[in-house]
């Protein structure tokens, strides 16, 4: 008998089979076809049967086209854009995303999308971690003023990180998978930040904060197919390895994480003889401190701390990986004289900061800034900009009368402008210096040596973690991702890292990026033409190993701690 006709096999196949019709037919009235507005419906044809449900599978299975049918038809129109396992999204003109993003959160919720997204009730073993989410406040205030202060730390552990993983002695070639190399690097130097050393270069600890972000987007994706009244029972099943991979994650964090809470208990107590002892500056300490100043036991209960740092795990390091590993790839096809002007710009920086990596210093690297903003404009996995869940009881009502009922997902177009011709020219082509070439362009040269604000402004616009209408890689408005800042300066300064250490075998063909429902994600060892073409070589750059070199070898084997020590932080 095929190993498919088993009953444990069949059995909740029929089960999800039948829960599924039955949600197509009963499913909950705020996403029924009747109460969302009459718009065209981007994947339909004309005269058909059932036209919404075909819709959302043939843009599921076609997303690419999809995505750019609907912005060369209705850029300046409404249109509905129906994806499976996604929504039925309510896209705006053009014109109209900043009326959106002046919506209050009252009518409009970014918050209440992500919480569906998610299906955080079903997938989250406290839901209260995401309903009261007070690490944003975190991230978008202290690690966003923190980031320059970390530069030398992030450096440290991308250092370690790095040569560990794709090796370091000059000379010789490896192969490395690039994703999840890549996810392993940034984990470890996302988690220095969150938890400190020696925590953030625990293996275990990283493979389960992984675990938990990949189960938890592929389970939610899964409860979207259940009709909702079942769902609880069917979380119960497909929630089973991503419980124990929680678990695992707080079991090795937990240690650490009552010895700080034991500190700052005593250094509170008795802040004269622990006033000479070295605080951590980190996501967990900065947790502890806003749950000890809420007074609430709720917020500073271990397993709550522990928690906030694996749902901060999830929001950050897919993310970050997707930008990194497409990076790289865009890189390793790109011609070489790209990464040898990366290289005079990165050494030229360098040298002017007497070879300290710090906050000022990457902020000057303005091709390295545009290599990471175009790579990002050109893979971004964002194909409805701004989405927002209305939830006015009452629905809203669009400037131009479109009515758009509670429980309707609404948003601009996303990856479709950040490939538009007219604000993008050549908008299929990898200019790594693209972003670098408008600032230079933008503003006249005597204006700027005046110090004309103008002109910084402007060009501050072309930098990466600068959103606009033109560029929503990142989100735009007031919930535009409040990790960007962070993101930016680790990322660059990861990508510096290895384009300085590592020579690029050339690709000859860039591996495409694959959907999986509306999020694009870059070639993976689990897919198979990423096996033929993902991998590629990475030669230790020998020659400048001798240049920077002095300082960076010195740094990395004898005198690490002193060299960064001189690092300025500001
Ligand atoms: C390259 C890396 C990243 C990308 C591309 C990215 C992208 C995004 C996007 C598109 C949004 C939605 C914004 C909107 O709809 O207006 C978002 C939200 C968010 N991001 Fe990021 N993100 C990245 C890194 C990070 C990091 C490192 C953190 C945390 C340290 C983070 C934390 C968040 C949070 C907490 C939100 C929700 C904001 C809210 O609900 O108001 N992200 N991100």
């Known amino acids: 008998m095929s190993a498919f006709l088993r009953p444990a096999v069949l059995g909740p196949a029929v089960f999800i089979v039948i829960s599924y019709i039955l949600y197509q037919t009963l499913r909950p009235s705020k996403t029924k076809l009747p109460n969302l507005p009459n718009l065209p419906i981007v994947g339909a044809k004309p005269g058909e049967w059932l036209p919404l449900q075909r819709a959302r599978w043939r843009n599921a299975f076609n997303m ?22 996604g929504y039925d999204f309510v896209l705006l003109p053009r014109k109209q995303l900043q009326w959106l993003l002046d919506q209050p959160d009252s009518s409009v919720s970014l918050h209440d999308l992500n919480l569906d997204f998610l299906q955080a009730q ?97 389970a939610a994706n899964l409860l979207k197919f259940v009709w909702e009244p079942l769902r609880p029972l069917v979380a119960l099943v497909v929630m089973v390895p991503n419980r124990i991979h929680t678990n695992r994650f707080i079991s090795i964090l937990r240690p650490e994480v009552e010895r700080r809470v034991a500190d700052y208990n005593a250094r509170q ?133 479109v009515h758009l009922p509670r429980g309707t997902v609404v948003g601009g177009h996303g990856r479709a402008v950040l490939h538009d011709g007219d604000i993008y020219p050549e908008p299929g082509t990898f200019r790594p210096f693209r972003f670098a070439e408008k600032r230079n362009q933008q503003g006249d040269a005597g204006a700027h040596e005046k110090g004309g604000s103008a002109t910084y402004v402007e060009r501050a616009r072309q930098a990466w973690a600068t959103t606009s209408p033109d560029f929503v890689a990142f989100g735009h408005g007031r919930h535009a991702c409040p990790g960007r800042f962070f993101a930016s300066t680790e990322l660059k300064l990861l990508l510096a890292y290895t384009v300085l250490h590592y020579d690029f075998v050339r690709l000859k063909q860039r591996p495409n990026n694959s959907w999986f429902s509306a999020t694009l994600v870059p070639p993976n060892e689990g897919d198979h033409q990423a096996n033929e073409k993902g991998g590629f070589s990475m030669i230790m750059y020998g020659a400048l190993a001798k240049t920077i070199q002095g300082r960076c070898i010195q740094v990395r084997t004898h005198d690490r701690n002193d060299d960064m020590a001189k690092t300025p932080t500001t």
């Open 64 to 85: 690419n086209t999809a995505v750019h049918e609907a912005y060369c038809q209705y850029k300046d129109r409404y249109c509905i854009f129906p994806v499976a396992g």
């Open 269 to 401: 107590a008795d802040p004269e003889t622990k006033a000479a002892d070295k605080v951590p500056n980190d996501f967990l300490q900065w947790q502890i401190h806003q749950a000890k100043a809420s007074g609430d036991p709720y917020m500073y209960d271990i397993y709550t701390l522990a928690s906030r740092v694996l749902i901060l795990n999830f929001a950050s390091i897919h993310t970050s990986s997707f930008a990194m590993a497409n990076a790289l790839f865009d890189l390793a096809a790109t011609d070489p004289v790209h990464i040898e002007e990366l290289r005079h710009e990165i050494k030229t920086v360098l040298a002017e900061h007497g070879g300290a990596w710090n906050k000022r210093a990457i902020q000057k690297m303005i091709t390295l800034d545009s290599t990471m903003r175009e790579s990002q404009r050109i893979n971004s996995l964002v194909v409805m900009a701004t989405g927002r869940l209305v939830v006015d009881p009452k629905g809203i009502t669009t400037p131009t009368g």
């Open 122 to 218: 079903h997938t989250l073993a406290d839901v209260k971690l995401a309903t009261n989410p007070v690490h944003h406040d975190l991230v978008k205030g202290v690690l966003t003023r923190e980031t320059g202060n970390l530069v030398p730390d992030l450096f440290d552990e991308i250092q370690h990180s790095v040569d560990e993983v794709y090796g370091s002695e000059p000379g010789v070639t490896k192969e490395i998978t690039v994703y999840s190399t890549i996810q392993h690097i940034v984990g470890q130097v996302t988690n220095r930040v969150f938890v400190g050393l020696p925590l953030c270069r625990n293996t275990e600890l990283l493979k389960n904060g992984v675990a938990f972000a990949t189960e938890i987007s592929v």
